[in-house]
């Protein structure tokens, strides 16, 4: 899980706006395509819909590299090198522990970088 650094408005307005694909999608369903409509090129689609000029990149294609590429821009913590930041960022072990706590949201951040802190 990684921390961005979208300000908190945008962050709700890029939700939602995830959310209203959903529902069009719900009334008329789209086709799964690797080229042009997969998780991360709709990622990148919505981010250029508020303003960004994200271009378009391998890294959003090989959908692993995705975070890279989001370091690479500066859209993640880069006072650490991407391989810590990669480490610190892998909730995977502390989410199986917290299970099914009320608090899991915030319990699987702790210890994940904030940009600009």
Not at 12 to 32: A, G, L
Not at 57 to 64: A, R
Not at 65 to 72: H, L, M, T, V
Request: proline share 7%; hydrophobic share 30%; with cysteine.
């Amino acid at each position: 899980m990684y921390r961005t650094r979208i300000p908190e408005e945008k962050a709700r307005r890029f939700f939602i706006e995830y959310v209203r694909q959903i529902n069009r999608m719900k009334r008329t369903p789209e086709w799964y395509n690797t080229l042009t409509t997969n998780c991360t090129t709709n990622i990148v689609r919505h981010v250029r819909a508020f303003g960004s000029h994200t271009r378009y990149s391998w890294k959003i294609l090989l959908s692993g590299y995705a975070p890279q590429y989001a370091y690479e821009l500066g859209e993640l913590e880069t006072t650490i090198p991407f391989k810590e930041l990669k480490r610190l960022s892998y909730i995977n072990p502390i989410a199986h522990a917290v299970g099914d706590d009320p608090e899991f949201s915030s319990k699987v951040r702790v210890g994940i970088p904030v940009p600009g802190q």
